[in-house]
């Protein structure tokens, strides 16, 4: 089975701070995607990557950038964090090509005070 | 881009009944067409998902229409349980060419199932 983990499920930082957000996914996927889920606005596509060291700006990619040094690994980061970035973040990974299925972490909540 | 509508938004029915989640698209090149299951504290799962040279895709208590003339599909479950009980989103990817695709999600449907 794919797995993809998030390192942290809860996450409390202060405004202004600048803060990452780890994604790891063991299944030798080529794209990874970090999104951001809010009540009533389903899940919005921040930013993802289709290879090591490529990144491609999803739907709201303000305020934030993304890293991916390797292959299994796809790091969000809030350059300096705002209460409005408070939200549920979700990553995941899919095999290169068309019509690959994506699969999900379980999510990051994070909390900006 | 690609504009996915998601109806209902909360859908409670009684246990054993059957319940229908409808999405619309509008990018007429679409051709992939995913659902996804998300349980509380627990991110989307895959559920099922159709492509588009198929009308209709079965598994077990769960199966997915399309109409592309349209531009809808649907998701049915038949004799729903209480552990149907989740949030359901349905999804369609921009455009049908390129290695690499992103999803537009509908905004979810939230679905009850009472014993």
């Known amino acids: 089975d794919v797995k993809v983990t998030q390192s942290s499920r809860y996450l409390v930082k202060r405004t202004g701070e600048k803060v990452f957000l780890e994604c790891v996914q063991d299944m030798d996927h080529e794209n990874m995607f970090w999104y951001r889920q809010d009540p009533g606005l389903g899940l919005r596509l921040i930013y993802f990557?289709?290879?090591?060291?490529?990144?491609e700006k999803g739907d709201i990619p303000e305020g934030y950038s993304v890293s991916r040094e390797k292959k299994e690994r796809f790091s969000l980061i809030l350059e300096s964090a705002s209460t409005n970035q408070t939200s549920m973040y979700l990553c995941?990974?899919?095999?290169?090509?068309?019509?690959?299925?994506?699969?999900f972490g379980d999510g990051t909540r994070l909390s900006i005070l | 881009g690609e504009n996915v509508e998601q109806h209902p938004s909360t859908l409670s029915v009684q246990e054993g009944d059957s319940a229908v989640i409808k999405c619309t698209y509008s990018d007429s090149a679409s051709n992939y067409f995913p659902w996804y299951k998300q349980e509380l504290g627990k991110g989307p799962q895959l559920i099922i998902d159709i492509r588009s040279n198929v009308g209709e895709k079965k598994d077990q208590r769960i199966a997915v229409t399309l109409n592309k003339t349209a531009k809808h599909f649907s998701l049915h479950i038949t004799e729903t349980q209480p552990e149907d009980s989740a949030v359901y989103f349905c999804?369609?990817?921009?455009?049908?060419?390129?290695?690499?695709?992103?999803?537009?999600f509908g905004k979810g449907t939230l679905l009850t199932v009472n014993p």
């Open positions: 999804a369609a990817p921009e455009g049908s060419g390129g290695s690499n695709y992103k999803l537009t």
């Open positions: 995941a990974s899919s095999l290169a090509g068309w019509v690959q299925p994506q699969h």
């Open positions: 990557s289709y290879d090591v060291k490529m990144k």
